[in-house]
Structure formats: C-alpha cells, structure tokens
C-alpha cells in the first residue's frame, strides 16, 4: 500500500484560479511533510515544508497540514502558466537516512 | 552555490549492456547523498543513500549498484541492464543535519532507455 496518496491525479484550472492539492498518509511515524515541484524534464525542487499542524504561507502558496488526520494540502492562488508542473507530497520519519517516501503525484495544468 | 552536476544527460542503451551514470556536488562539504529512480510521470523511489566515503547503504534490490569514490562524487552503475531499468535516475544531497527532516536538491536527472 502506497504510505504517500495523492489526489487528483491531475488538474486543470484557469490562469488566475486556485489550485487545491491533497495528501494524505498511512503512516503516524511521519512527522516532516513537503511539497516538491517538478517540470518537465527537470530534477524536483522543493517548494515548501509544513511541519506543524495549521497553515503555512509562502507567498502565493499555502501549506495546510493536519497530524490526527494525517493530511496535508497545497493551495496555489492566482495560478501561473509557470506552476504547470507535476507536484509531489513527500514525508520523512526523521530518521537520518534522508528518506523521503513520495506520492504519485498530480499533474497540475494552468491554462490561460 | 552548491551544484550538483550528474553525467550523462540521456542514454540509449541495449538489455545485456553495462551503464554507468555519475554526480558531482560542488559547493557542500561531505553531504549526504543519494540516488533516486522515476518511471515516466511516476512517482519517486531511493535506491541508494551515501553518508560518507566509501559507505553506500542499498534501499531497495533493482540489480544496481552505487559507490562513493570521493566526498563529492556518486556512481550508480550496473554489468547488465535490463528493460526495467528504463526511466529517469535522479542524483540528491541533503545537508547532514538536514537529512532527518527531508529538504533534498536534486540535479537535473539522466534519461535512460533501455531497448
């Protein structure tokens, strides 16, 4: 069972829109959460970290993130042709093993 | 800045042939490191993570291998390639105390087809 979900698989909004992402995991071990972006034919980079419960705010990005449920959104307002991209939600244990387990991913599409 | 520099771009290799693929991190003393594989559009799996010289830990078995020769320079390699070994390898570092809580920085990955 995949300890990362994500949904949707992809989305569409308009250019100026709001994106919702969501993520939810399996796994109570996870204590650090990320968002990482990644265009096409390039490395993922990260965009942003939650790791308390409530909101997190960076600019046009807002991370929400709720422990008991184990569940962790991305919402991008005023959407650019430039966030078409494929979003990951990845989770770390803390370990130092710098594994991060990653969803699927969902392909985000802005189109003006 | 740090950089991270990973060798070849893309690659077209047979089923039976030997691959080697590197990084190099510029910039970042003895960094964590780490390989990572993604199918196409797929989602992403270690492979292999390296704290130091010469120790590569393994993550999961895909018939590859990985070496740390220096501080700043990681190897995923394998003698024989086969069909699922398609897909695009991606080379990380993290900072060693940054490493438990996930802030990776990827390259800019190598495609690799395998026919």
């Known amino acids: 069972q995949q300890k990362v979900q994500q949904s949707p698989e992809s989305l569409s909004v308009p250019e100026g829109g709001m994106a919702s992402l969501n993520c939810t995991s399996s796994?109570?071990?996870?204590?650090y959460f990320w968002w990482y972006r990644q265009h096409s034919g390039e490395g993922p980079k990260a965009l942003m970290?939650?790791?308390?419960?409530g909101d997190k705010k960076e600019g046009r990005f807002t991370a929400h993130l709720n422990k008991a449920s184990l569940h962790v959104s991305l919402h991008i307002r005023d959407s650019q042709p430039s966030d078409s991209a494929l979003y990951f939600c990845a989770a770390n244990t803390g370990a130092n093993t710098g594994k991060l387990t990653f969803g699927h991913g969902t392909i985000l599409r802005v189109h003006p | 800045a740090q950089t991270i520099h990973q060798w070849p771009v893309a690659e077209i290799k047979a089923v039976g042939s030997p691959l080697s693929l590197g990084c190099t991190i510029k910039?970042?003393?003895?960094?964590?490191l780490y390989w990572y594989w993604q199918a196409t559009g797929g989602t992403l799996q270690q492979l292999f993570y390296?704290?130091?010289?010469?120790?590569v830990e393994s993550v999961v078995q895909l018939n590859l291998s990985a070496s740390r020769p220096k501080d700043d320079q990681f190897i995923l390699s394998t003698e024989k390639l086969l069909l699922s070994h398609s897909g695009f390898y991606l080379c990380?570092?993290?900072?060693?105390?940054?490493?438990?809580?996930?802030?990776?920085?990827f390259g800019e990955g190598s495609k690799l087809t395998v026919l």
């Open positions: 990380a570092w993290s900072l060693v105390l940054g490493s438990n809580t996930g802030q990776l920085y």
């Open positions: 796994d109570r071990n996870f204590q």
């Open positions: 970290s939650i790791f308390s419960d």
């Open positions: 390296s704290i130091t010289v010469g120790q």
């Open positions: 910039g970042k003393s003895s960094p964590n």
